[in-house]
């Protein structure tokens, strides 16, 4: 797979082995400037590493990676000073609190203390910061981690299993200010293995396995490449009367499963089909398109990559 | 090489140190038993012998030394030179092994404590460079060792003149030898077993590996810095001057060396040999 686009971090057949381990193989992608990008794999797909070259605390055995115009293994150090990164287990200095852990950060990336309370409450963090951070839930943790990320405003950031451990409504506030984070222009990145965490989020997918770059793309793109043939929910007062629906052109396949699914070749032949089904005296109540769930997506995904299934 | 990140690594490290007595109270105790408690005993002890065997030999080893040496020695009577030697000669040389022992313990840790913590990570995705990281552990090591020597010389100059002065007429204490010490010697020395045991820090897998390791290498710093300290004092001036010069340079040396040597991934506990 050969990169064409242009993007905020670009990786061209990128590898990085540790010993016999090969964490990361031949690795292609774009994350667009501006845009959410999921990095979607089970773990040990190489998502850690992915993110470790990218600011260049790593250096790739192979390939060419650039980020914001420059390379990680030339100018590390300014593509660090642009660059935000959550880790997964966020680790701060335990006996600090957390303002000294962010005071620490703001002369680090040369931000003010200013920049580091506004952080600090933006994540809702504020009112624990004279805490020591040994004492924080995972929650607050995370939270820091976040605001400690940003405190430089950075154009690109980088988050890894950002909600690993949290409770799910921890989990939810975090990605709400993923994605407010997000409208602010900046380029996210975002390693996870949780599908529902990137449903809503991903502007761009990039399905990762074994070290390598299965699929990429916007969702909708990839739904159109994996998931070629539309599905439609169709639902009658009277269902015997859906059944000639199956005979019909345009149809491929038909599954009672409370309603009618069907596949259709193509779905500018529904009003055709919603005609003759009314003609043949079905009282429709639902025509419902499907749009798939990144969950389906991602397994039809794999389904494709499959050896067997791309052998056979 | 940004002195802002230097100070911030250093800061860090300083006051997580400071905030946690674990660290603190053995770090006074071990200062206040070779500087204060020890001298002040054996001082004591021998101010207060009018004649004795030990006196009668500690006489006649003063008597042997170079004459520079012999001529240095202050007092009138056997028991004030005793005094003097113990005081000036024979003490001296710990204020070297509190400084290697503090720095070393602190130092063992430095590196792969951020990677056991986690914080490594951190410090791997930020703009600071590996030089400022390894220069900024060098300094928050040496700074306790430095201090607790800095602090428990100048209580160890109020135990010996109150202790060994009424015998030598009034305060002598500190002698030339032990200014050059303290001041220009001792600090490269320090470095220079920091700088060892920082890549030794960065190298091994964990912290308890590290402190056995950095034991290895202060053991023979330590005879090296005691037999050096030892001849400063007794023979102060130029050549102590030069010892400290040579011991700066090799400092220096092994510093930049360290520096140019620590790459991030060690932070991330994922180098191949690590």
């Known amino acids: 797979m050969t990169v064409q686009m242009d993007g905020a971090i670009r990786f061209d057949a990128v590898s990085k082995a540790f010993g016999p381990i090969r964490a990361v193989e031949t690795l292609d992608f774009v994350a667009p400037t501006g845009a959410v990008t999921v990095l979607l794999g089970p773990n040990g797909a190489g998502k850690t590493t992915t993110v470790r070259l990218t600011t260049g605390a790593l250096i790739a055995d192979r390939g060419s990676i650039e980020v914001l115009g420059m390379h990680p293994m030339h100018q590390g150090d300014e593509v660090r000073r642009r660059a935000g990164v959550v880790p997964p287990k966020?680790?701060?200095?335990?006996q600090l609190t957390g303002t000294e852990n962010l005071r620490f950060a703001a002369r680090v990336f040369g931000a003010s203390e200013k920049a580091a309370?506004?952080?600090?409450e933006r994540f809702r963090i504020d009112d624990a910061l004279d805490q020591e951070v040994g004492g924080y839930s995972t929650g607050m943790r995370t939270r820091l981690a976040m605001a400690r990320a940003v405190i430089h405003d950075p154009e690109v950031l980088l988050l890894d299993e950002p909600t690993a451990g949290l409770d799910p409504e921890s989990a939810r506030d975090v990605l709400k200010l993923i994605r407010e984070l997000a409208t602010r222009g900046r380029s996210i990145v975002l390693c996870t293995h949780l599908?529902?965490?990137?449903?809503?989020?991903?502007?761009?997918?990039?399905?990762m396995n074994k070290g390598h770059a299965q699929a990429a793309g916007p969702p909708a793109e990839l739904a159109a490449r994996y998931m070629?043939?539309?599905?439609?929910?169709?639902?009658?007062?009277?269902?015997?009367?859906?059944?000639p629906l199956a005979k019909l052109d345009g149809v491929i396949d038909t599954t009672w499963n409370g309603a009618v699914h069907a596949t259709l070749k193509d779905l500018d032949r529904l009003p055709d089909l919603v005609a003759s089904l009314v003609e043949g005296g079905a009282r429709i109540t639902r025509v419902e398109p499907i749009v798939p769930t990144l969950e389906e997506l991602y397994f039809e995904m794999q389904r494709t990559h499959r050896p067997e299934d791309v052998d056979s | 090489m940004s002195w802002a990140h230097i100070r911030a690594v250093a800061g860090v490290d300083l006051r997580r140190l400071f905030q946690s007595k674990d660290y603190w109270i053995p770090l006074v105790m071990m200062a206040s038993l070779f500087f204060v408690i020890i001298p002040f005993f054996v001082l004591s002890v021998i101010s207060s012998l009018e004649q004795s065997q030990f006196v009668d030999q500690l006489t006649d080893i003063v008597g042997n030394l170079p004459s520079s040496v012999n001529q240095a020695v202050q007092g009138e009577t056997p028991t004030a030179r005793a005094s003097y030697v113990v005081a000036v000669f024979l003490l001296a040389p710990i204020a070297i092994i509190v400084p290697l022992t503090i720095s070393a313990a602190v130092g063992s840790n430095a590196i792969v404590g951020e990677r056991e913590r986690g914080t490594g990570e951190y410090l791997a995705h930020s703009p600071i460079t590996t030089s400022e990281i390894y220069v900024g552990k060098l300094i928050s090591s040496l700074i306790p060792g430095y201090l607790a020597t800095f602090v428990g010389f100048g209580i160890y100059a109020v135990v010996v003149n109150i202790t060994v002065g009424p015998a030598l007429g009034g305060w002598f204490f500190p002698t030339p030898g032990w200014i050059i010490l303290i001041l220009w010697v001792i600090p490269p020395f320090i470095a220079i077993a920091l700088s060892i045991i920082l890549r030794l820090s960065a190298r091994v897998r964990s912290a308890a590996a590290a402190q056995q390791a950095s034991s290895l290498v202060t053991?023979?710093?330590i005879i090296l810095s005691y037999s050096v300290a030892a001849a400063v004092i007794a023979a102060p001036g130029a050549s102590g001057i030069w010892v400290g010069a040579v011991a700066w340079i090799a400092a220096i040396f092994l510093t930049i060396r360290g520096a140019k040597k620590l790459k991030r991934e060690r932070l991330l506990g994922v180098a191949s040999d690590v």
């Open chain 1, 90 to 94: 966020p680790a701060f200095y335990d």
């Open chain 1, 117 to 120: 309370l506004e952080a600090a």
């Open chain 1, 195 to 207: 599908l529902h965490e990137a449903e809503g989020i991903a502007d761009h997918v990039v399905l």
């Open chain 1, 228 to 243: 070629a043939d539309p599905i439609v929910i169709f639902d009658a007062e009277n269902r015997a009367a859906l059944e």
């Open chain 2, 219 to 221: 053991l023979p710093v």
